[in-house]
């Protein structure tokens, strides 16, 4: 009888290593992957925690930093090999007291729900008084030009156009009023601006976001307030073009502060510099849960690191679950994650963000086009048992987005996103709102994603 | 000067037609109707009133007939050419009091949730106590048999299949335990039935429904209870089989009343006598507001109606909303509509059916095969602006399928279903589930769908 030698050894591992392959075809992996998370609550639980136990997360907050214990021991615990905090400068701005009233002889007092815009300055204690203009765009402003608009409280009042089927498209074409319409107005003048929620839904809550003061105004006070006030706000300026709002927000910004990207990390088999990103960010308006907006997509990152360390999915190149910090006010956390990674010569071959909500899974979006495109198109075959089958060219999201000057990949994440707006920065943005099954969706397509990804390397 | 013939006024006629139609393309058309229906708010008003003023809406009860009257006039208002009522022979069965508690000398009295199965019989009014068997499938009763059963409440515990991604298959893959586990049970002499809800949840909602017992057996009592306490029930079972569950209903079946389809029709313009029917039904669980299952599916027919009318889009053949009554129960509705259109004559070409509730739009399930299944899945090139995309094979629905001997084309609306199982059935199923925007992408796409159908006749 012949002796093994060690040619042989190699041989009898190789061979070990082809069935294996062999037993782990993609669609019997994927199918595992949906099965584990569509069983599993672990990622609700964490959702939970997160919603409802560090609510009032902003950028700068001591909820931020909770957040930021929460999911580096959720990292750890879903299997990441490494898990570790990366600095991050973020503004510190708090909200205060924020009050709004219409004063008019003919209708006497009523108060407006409203939510100072974050980085917003604020009035005085005593809050101001002042007329009310409302305007629908930035040329109607310049027409109305300064002898109209000086010292008076202007009412940005475009709505969304519901008939864009893309809402995020729709959103889009009325966001500026609240990003630059403060800075716009201060220009001619204003006092103070009053913006018109920037979404699809007709209710109560104030649907907050920041606001973006040019370098060269004067920063003003500016809140939103809920589009059912704001059609009152508009018919009571119909009837009354003489009426006053009363509105104070003692709101402040303090200087910068630091706070941490979360980072947990599966080492890569055969590429360990080489780097998968998948993530969400940490941060969230404090006026809400951040559910959708975005514990969701963190959660789906983390279960994205535990679906593969619970399977045993090793990947060649190395995966990374980021929780980013400060989305929401100046976009710092993508930077310095991307900044960090030039800074160590790391090779990133594409990154995937989910922050479009949680809601049921449709696909994704490849900032990608011609033959690349096609091929990650291509992947779509593997999704069709769950009827994931929106693969298209977008977007992958804010966060991501500096890491492109890397080379790498941008993927959005893309959830059914029509009613995405009624729970955008307000307080309608709970964990109720999320539904296990659809979110547990979207980690198990995520992770499906990566795992193509890894293989092909398209 | 010529003077003009009346040839001339022919040829004229004909240039103003094809001109229009020449304006009125289907990009164009389906473009209005689903601007339309994101902008109005009608649809959702109906809703808000069916759920919220017709709650407990079973058939036989005067509740469905407020929500007859209702929606009577709602096709009317829509703009509806005709709108009748159409008698249709119901079950008249009333929930009463239902009352479950666990007694164990080990852990005391706990109870629980449950909800009497519709067509249930009673139990005494002073209830009835018993040991429970805990069992899984019709197999596992015929091996444990009579020794085992018999006195006994048995108590079927089987959960969907949440990996099954197709939720009404996963649904489908248990609800036998609700609709024949009494009638099994009865066989074997067991003296009550408790069903574990079928629903995809961990709640602590009775998920109701009908059960159908067997000609040949006694009608035994029979509950669902909510997944928590099945859960619960389940453990105490291992840690104390010698627990016993009182158990008290006092439903009860009376005579055979009448109610109603409703029907609102706009005439076909060229084929008066051809139909295409959209449908929902009108009847809920007393339980539940219904809101997804099924006013939601009502309101879109109702709406298909109106936005047809609104935006003066006249079929060649005639459109008609019908309110179907009694699909909980008996599917008399559906029976006696078909029954109607034979019994006239009628040519029934299409039929549409919205009962998978009324999430964000998906698409359409077509019960065709060949050819004809390839020209309707090209109808999904018009539906491409609106990221409705899954036009497969697949049955209506039950409401329908009668029409289906009558040569009628069977077609289901597929809004997505990861969500649905979370409100069937139960309190959970209520107005502030549905998204307004979702509801009408839904309405948008049907009235556009039979739009197309009408044309091309595929």
């Keep these: 009888m012949q002796t093994l030698t060690p040619r042989h050894f190699a041989l009898i591992i190789t061979l070990l290593l082809v069935s294996q392959a062999e037993a782990q075809k993609p669609d019997s992996v994927i199918r595992a992957i949906f099965s584990e998370a569509l069983n599993d609550t672990t990622a609700y639980h964490h959702l939970r925690y997160i919603t409802k136990n560090t609510k009032g997360r902003i950028p700068g907050s001591k909820e931020a930093l909770l957040a930021v214990e929460y999911t580096r021991q959720a990292l750890t615990d879903a299997g990441a090999d490494t898990v570790w905090l990366q600095e991050v400068t973020v503004p510190h701005w708090e909200r205060g007291e924020e009050k709004a009233a219409i004063i008019s002889e003919t209708f006497g007092r009523r108060e407006l729900t409203i939510a100072a815009l974050g980085l917003s300055a604020g009035t005085s204690t005593e809050g101001l008084t002042a007329g009310v203009v409302e305007v629908h765009s930035f040329d109607e402003l310049a027409r109305l030009g300064k002898e109209t608009i000086e010292g008076k409280i202007v009412f940005f009042n475009r709505p969304v156009d519901k008939t864009v089927i893309n809402t995020f ?35 109560d809550f104030p649907h907050a976001g920041v606001t973006r003061y040019a370098e060269d105004v004067k920063p003003i006070p500016a809140a939103v307030v809920s589009t059912i006030d704001a059609g009152i706000l508009s018919e009571a300026l119909k009837a009354d073009p003489g009426l006053t709002i009363q509105l104070l927000l003692t709101c402040r910004n303090f200087p910068d502060t630091v706070s941490y990207n979360v980072i ?12 998968i990103t998948v993530g969400g960010h940490l941060d969230a308006w404090d006026n809400s849960e951040g559910a959708h907006d975005d514990a969701g997509g963190c959660v789906q990152s983390i279960e994205v690191i535990r679906l593969f360390s619970k399977l045993g999915i090793r990947p060649r190149r190395s995966v990374r679950a980021v929780m980013f910090m400060n989305e929401e006010m100046t976009g710092t956390g993508g930077r310095a994650y ?18 479009r909500g949680v809601m049921a899974p449709r696909g994704f979006a490849f900032d990608a086009s011609g033959e690349r495109l096609l091929k990650l198109q291509s992947l779509a075959e593997w999704f069709e048992p769950y009827n994931i089958r929106d693969f298209d060219q977008g977007g992958g999201g804010s966060d991501i987005a500096p890491l492109k000057q890397l080379g790498a990949l941008q993927i959005g994440y893309i959830p059914d996103i029509q009613r995405y707006f009624w729970y955008h920065h307000s307080a309608n943005d709970t964990f109720e709102q999320v539904n296990i099954r659809e979110l547990q969706g979207g980690s198990a397509s995520m992770a499906s994603l990566i795992y193509l990804l890894d293989i092909y390397g398209y």
């Design 264 to 275: 947990g990390e599966i080492s890569g088999s055969e590429k360990p510099g080489e780097f």
């Design 338 to 355: 991307a900044a960090h990674a030039m800074e160590r010569g790391e090779v990133h071959y594409a990154a995937i963000e989910s922050d």
């Design 169 to 203: 498209a729709g959103y889009g074409g009325a966001v500026n009023q609240r990003t630059q319409g403060p800075s716009e107005a201060s220009r001619y003048g204003a006092a103070a601006v009053i913006v018109r929620s920037v979404t699809h839904a007709l209710n």
